[in-house]
T-cell receptor
Framework: KAGVTQTPRYLIKTRGQQVTLSCSPI?????VSWYQQTPGQGLQFLFEYFSETQRNKGNFPGRFSGRQFSNSRSEMNVSTLELGDSALYLC??????????FGNGTRLTVT | DQQVKQNSPSLSVQEGRISILNCDYT??????FLWYKKYPAEGPTFLISISSIKDKNEDGRFTVFLNKSAKHLSLHIVPSQPGDSAVYFC???????????????FGKGTKLTVNP
């Protein structure tokens, strides 16, 4: 079974631009979560989607948004990029009441 | 406010010996705890979990202990192997079952190095 796939693996953007990251969950998994990993803050929860609905949201500004499609694939968008948005963005999928399975992440660098 | 704390940023042990990784939490609503392992350039991989109704869970060389009164959990790896060298994250959830669709709160990780 294929794991969680995130694209692209690496991304370089300029301050003020926007970016869209993509995540394909494990087949059959309907829940998709997004996390941000930085050296200073560690892994922080962004949001979680289930059946195209946002079910949970972390403490991030409105510049961070996401969506989920009917095939459970998910995208997250960051608008008006800031230098502090440079991070590893991790997507995870899961079945109900089971551990998260993470992808290998998208490394975003904002210059 | 850090709700899940891993106070040791790094740990070094000899191959064959026991590795003990510790984690403390402050939120008494947490009822499900997980350990993840992360290699460089890869996403975290689920290792083992424990529900708050238990105080111990074993899976092969890995055992997690939970002390609810102390709000403390630990991961024991016996015997440690060089391939165990990775960053280990403790995570907690306050969902009904947790660990899956519920939001996870992670510690900042402990880098384990197992020397041959």
């Amino acid at each position: 079974k294929a794991g969680v796939t995130q694209t692209p693996r690496y991304l370089i953007k300029t301050r003020g631009q926007q970016v869209t990251l993509s995540c394909s969950p494990i087949s059959g998994h309907r829940s998709v979560s997004w996390y941000q990993q930085t050296p200073g803050q560690g892994l922080q929860f962004l949001f979680e989607y289930f059946s195209e609905t946002q079910r949970n949201k972390g403490n991030f500004p409105g510049r961070f948004s996401g969506r989920q499609f009917s095939n459970s694939r998910s995208e997250m968008n960051v608008s008006t990029l800031e230098l502090g948005d440079s991070a590893l963005y991790l997507c995870a999928s899961s079945l109900s009441n089971s551990p998260l399975h993470f992808g290998n992440g998208t490394r975003l660098t904002v210059t | 406010d850090q709700q899940v704390k891993q106070n040791s940023p790094s740990l070094s042990v000899q191959e064959g010996r026991i590795s003990i990784l510790n984690c403390d939490y402050t939120n008494s609503m947490f009822d499900y705890f997980l350990w993840y392992k992360k290699y460089p350039a890869e996403g975290p991989t689920f290792l083992i979990s424990i529900s708050s109704i238990k105080d111990k869970n074993e899976d092969g060389r890995f055992t997690v202990f939970l002390n609810k009164s102390a709000k403390h959990l630990s991961l024991h790896i016996v015997p440690s192997q060089p391939g165990d060298s990775a960053v280990y994250f403790c995570a907690a959830s306050d969902g009904v079952q947790g660990g899956g669709s519920e939001k996870l709160v992670f510690g900042k990780g402990t880098k384990l190095t197992v020397n041959p």
